[in-house]
């Protein structure tokens, strides 16, 4: 069954020049595009993005590379489109990555790592409505409705605008 996922690719791979790989790569792997955008994050737009990690030590520097250039937010769907996402970008640290992933391929270390990927199909939809309205995405897999519901089963965690618990990087 098709689902949704979102991807961002981050400010050193745009510096580099190597996006259109990247893009390539995951249409190569069956995703299909269904909403891309460049942006650049203002660092209000940033914190909130990574506010499951604002006690982490490393948070005012992902802040900081998150701002520092440009990036391409795309919402990808496909068949197992979470883990097999994750499984193309490879570990965290690209330091550690199999040269056959995007990280691998394209980062450089833990935080240069290239990609960022939704970790579930919650989070997916989640920060999917974090870039995108209804209308600046196509296809029908998923009802605007499921991302408004995901966005508001956390309450709790209001202090997170992206309304998931913390995880670990």
């Known amino acids: 069954m098709a689902e949704r996922t979102f991807t961002i690719f981050k400010p050193d791979a745009l510096r580099k ?3 259109g790989h ?3 790569r995951l249409l190569d792997e069956g995703f299909g595009v269904r909403g891309l955008k460049m942006a650049r994050l203002s660092r209000l737009q940033a914190e909130a993005f990574y506010a499951v990690h604002r006690e982490r030590p490393f948070f005012p520097e992902l802040v900081d590379f998150m701002t520092s250039g440009p990036v391409i937010v795309i919402s990808l769907e496909r068949d ?3 883990a097999h996402l994750r499984a193309v970008m490879g570990p965290t640290d690209s330091a550690k990555a199999p040269k056959d992933t995007i990280r691998g391929q ?3 270390d833990i935080q240069c790592n290239a990609i960022h990927g939704s970790d579930s199909v919650e989070n997916g939809l989640i920060e999917t409505a974090f870039f995108f309205s209804g209308a600046e995405t196509v296809g029908d897999a998923v009802a605007p409705s499921a991302a ?3 966005v508001a089963a956390a309450p ?3 202090a997170n605008p992206l309304g998931r618990p913390p995880k670990g990087r």
Do not use: D, E, I, R
Request: net charge positive.
């Open 17 to 19: 020049g190597v996006q």
């Open 22 to 24: 990247m893009l390539q």
């Open 80 to 82: 197992n489109a979470v």
């Open 106 to 108: 394209f980062g450089t």
């Open 148 to 150: 408004k519901k995901a």
């Open 156 to 158: 709790a965690w209001q």
